[in-house]
């Protein structure tokens, strides 16, 4: 199936940053509630061009974000590289050797050896499988040779760091189909290996999902997506896969958001919670923010959903968004509209 105009949704919301998120008496584990959230706020800063499909990373040391590729309203890939200074509101192009453009591309970051690691995506009828290493100091890319055993090219794939430094990709998509195997790298040797438990335990075939990594549990988390051929499209699943185990678990919170496609999806490291922002539904595109809480120990973790107030950004899907010095920031999508260019940011609540 060719890939759809599907979300990459992205935006956040710390419990430590907002003080007290949820209302009194809704903070129950395993069902749906909802409860009220500061308002976002667009930023008029010139920069990248309308894009969707692109991935935004954060580097808190230096207060920048780095944006890479994407597609523009006709689905042509970008190859361009920015980095947004929060300081002074302001984007800048990164010049230089990049990644050859693409769009559907998946990026985790690695703050302690001051590295956003790349891998993947599609421009046309290209699949990569490539994986690359942006420098956050010197602002330059690098490939990382990984020889001949390596994930199949594919798009709409998802990544994270884990706490051993590695990065596991999971599923993804091409032409030929959908996949549902994992994949870890070291970026120090350029070794990839296959973790991938048996098929029969496995999430079921997907792209256009989500993933985050959860420390304080030592697993990688996957929600959603879309299964045609295979199952629902779009999937409202949330699983857990633990890498020394190299095992997959399925958590099943007793209700929650709408299933959806390739909605962002972002990991709160301080509290134990997991924001999910927008993507696209059966009944369209959204505009929703909801809270995946981590904390309940052995108990199933619960959604709650955070409504919005004020101006917030239009529904849509395959935007992203990052978490930088306590702010969530918003880039682009696809929307009712086409291709976006808005750039939000979604405050913390201290002083407020």
């Known amino acids: 199936m060719m890939p759809r ?31 009220a959230a500061p308002a976002w706020t667009a930023l008029d800063a010139v920069g990248p061009a309308a894009r969707w499909d692109h991935t935004l990373a954060a580097d808190p040391e230096s ?24 300081a002074d509101g302001s984007w800048t192009p990164v010049e230089g050797p990049a990644p050859a453009p693409r769009f559907g591309q998946a990026v985790a970051v690695d703050a302690a050896n001051r590295a956003v690691y790349l891998f993947g995506g599609q421009a046309g009828p290209d699949f990569f499988n490539d994986a690359w290493r942006f420098d ?18 594919r798009y ?16 993804g998509f091409t032409f030929e189909g959908r996949f549902d195997d994992t994949w870890s790298l070291d970026p120090a040797t350029g070794v990839w290996t296959d973790v991938s438990p048996p098929a029969e335990t496995r999430p079921l075939k997907r792209c256009l999902h989500e993933a985050v990594w959860d420390a304080g549990a030592d ?62 539904t059966e009944g369209g595109y959204t505009a929703d923010l909801w809270m995946l809480d981590l904390a309940a120990g052995g108990a199933a973790p619960g959604w709650v959903e955070v409504s919005p107030v004020d101006v917030a950004p239009a ?20 929307g009712p509209e086409g291709a976006l260019a808005d750039f939000w940011r979604l405050e913390s609540a201290e002083g407020a």
Request: one cysteine or more; glycine letters at 12%; aromatic letters at 8%.
């Open 156 to 171: 709409g794939t998802s990544a994270v760091l884990d706490n051993d430094g590695n990065v596991l990709v999971s599923h």
């Open 63 to 86: 207060g920048a974000l780095i944006l890479f590729g994407g597609r523009d309203g006709a689905g042509e890939a970008f190859g361009d590289t920015w980095r947004y200074a929060a």
């Open 219 to 280: 697993r990688m988390l996957l929600y959603g997506g879309c299964s045609s051929g295979f199952g629902p499209c779009p999937q409202g699943d949330l699983w857990a896969f633990d890498p020394a185990a190299q095992t997959w678990t399925e958590l099943t919170p007793a209700a929650g958001p709408a299933a959806r496609s390739n909605p962002a999806l972002i990991q709160d490291e301080t509290s134990a919670r997991t924001w999910l922002i927008d993507g696209l």
């Open 5 to 35: 105009l599907v979300a990459a949704a992205a935006a956040i919301v710390l419990q430590s940053l907002f003080g007290t998120l949820l209302m009194p008496g809704h903070a129950t584990p395993g069902a749906a509630a909802q409860s």
């Open 315 to 334: 529904p849509r899907a395959s935007h992203d968004a990052a978490l930088l010095d306590g702010d969530v920031y918003l880039f682009g999508g696809f």
């Open 136 to 153: 956050l100091d010197e602002l330059t890319w690098s490939e990382i040779p990984t020889g001949d055993v390596r994930p199949s090219p």
